[in-house]
């Protein structure tokens, strides 16, 4: 990623700008350029931190195509690994649990809790054998407010270069986020490309028309803008009527009566609703024409929550519901031969019904093609 991130908004040309090329979505080809390139050299949710909270716990995720595992060490370092073995590749570890020690399946080399080859069958056989020198290969990881990311390119910036001011403002938020924890995730698979799946999310021009629960009842369409923060979308809108919300919202509390959203490029996003409630979003891209979502909503040390329970149902039932009959429709009308890409709507006012967002996501998918 380069550091300089051209404002659509200082950028417009004299020409409308257009949405991109259907073959964004349906190349297969582009696909797995992306998954070699972008989604590589991106910073890529793993889990939240409380799914390995001792030393020895381990969870298994997969980015970009690779298989990997994220395991706290000795002295409770987090640290990710590829999931391969270094003697002759056999997949060392399938879902979660807890060890004292990463042993291979295949010829029972064994690796201690920061990758160290501790052990290798009869290899005292071999001459000049120097375990010392064999390690798993270790992925770049970093925790956000504790969630797990990790990134495929060693050299890429710091998170907090990425997205500036992102982790303060969470804070501001949430001051309580440290002790959040997951109650309950939400697996959502979609029939379209997994970015046909993040512009959606990124843009409320179709709230109003298509999200009748979440326009009046989260969210005040008059204040909502979208704007970009780094390689960050930012949205930011006061709460809807606050009497129309299906839950009690304590008022006291900095921020209670807003909803705002962090999307971080590319396939992950904080979203804070009325009354303080974190849920989150991250996209798996599965195929060129197959993604999956995930809903992840959170309690203070994960103690059960009936309001938080019903809500998420309730998002499950409506929003989301609605969203993927919205992106599996995009995704067939890519495919067609009529689809030419129309101008986008940049209302140099911003707001709700402009499509800035959109022109920086398609700026960002550009310059990860370069």
């Known amino acids: 990623m380069s550091e300089t991130i051209a404002s659509p908004r200082k950028t417009e040309a004299a020409a409308p700008a257009r949405a991109l090329d259907a073959r964004y979505y349906t190349d297969p080809s582009v696909w797995q350029r992306e998954t070699e390139t972008l989604l590589a050299r991106s910073w890529q ?19 970009a195509g690779e298989d990997l ?20 590749a056999h997949q060392l570890l399938k879902g979660s649990g807890k060890l004292a020690v990463v042993v291979c ?28 020198k064999i390690c798993l290969t270790e992925v770049r990881t970093e925790l956000f407010c504790g ?37 309950e995730w939400v697996e959502v698979p979609e029939a379209c490309n997994w970015k ?13 028309l298509n999200h009748p629960t979440f326009a009046k009842g989260v969210i005040e369409p008059k204040s909502y803008d979208i704007q970009p923060q780094g390689y960050c979308l930012r949205h930011r809108t006061r709460s809807a009527d606050l009497d129309r919300l299906t839950y009690p919202v304590d008022l006291s509390v900095p921020h209670a009566d807003e909803y705002s959203s962090w999307y971080l490029w590319p396939m992950f996003s904080f979203q804070v609703y009325p009354g303080n409630t974190l849920n989150t979003y ?27 329970r019903k809500l998420a149902a309730q998002d499950r039932a409506t929003t989301v519901e609605e969203d993927i009959r919205i992106v599996e429709a995009v995704q067939r009308g890519l495919r067609s031969r009529g689809y030419r890409p129309g101008p986008l709507i940049l209302d140099p006012r911003g707001g709700l019904n402009s499509e800035h967002s959109i022109a920086a996501l398609h700026h960002w998918m550009r310059e990860s093609a370069d």
């Open 45 to 63: 949710f793993a889990t939240h931190a409380s799914a390995v909270p001792e030393p020895g716990d381990y969870a298994t995720f997969s980015v």
């Open 69 to 88: 595992f994220i395991l706290r060490g000795k002295n409770g370092e987090l640290r990710a690994f590829y999931n391969v073995c270094q003697h002759r």
């Open 105 to 132: 399946p295949y010829h029972a080399w064994s690796y201690d809790l920061e990758g160290r080859l501790r052990g290798a069958p009869n290899s005292d056989s071999v001459p000049d054998f120097d375990r010392s």
């Open 147 to 183: 969630f797990v990311f990790v990134n495929l390119d060693s050299d890429a910036c710091p998170m907090a270069e990425c997205y500036p001011g992102v982790e303060a403002e969470l804070r501001a938020y949430l001051p309580q986020i440290d002790r959040l924890r997951p109650l």
């Open 196 to 208: 046909v799946s993040v512009e959606n999310y990124s843009e409320c021009y179709h709230c109003t």
């Open 282 to 308: 991250h996209w798996r891209a599965d195929t060129h024409d197959r993604c999956t979502v995930w809903r992840g909503w959170f309690t203070v040390d994960g103690a059960e929550n009936e309001t938080i």
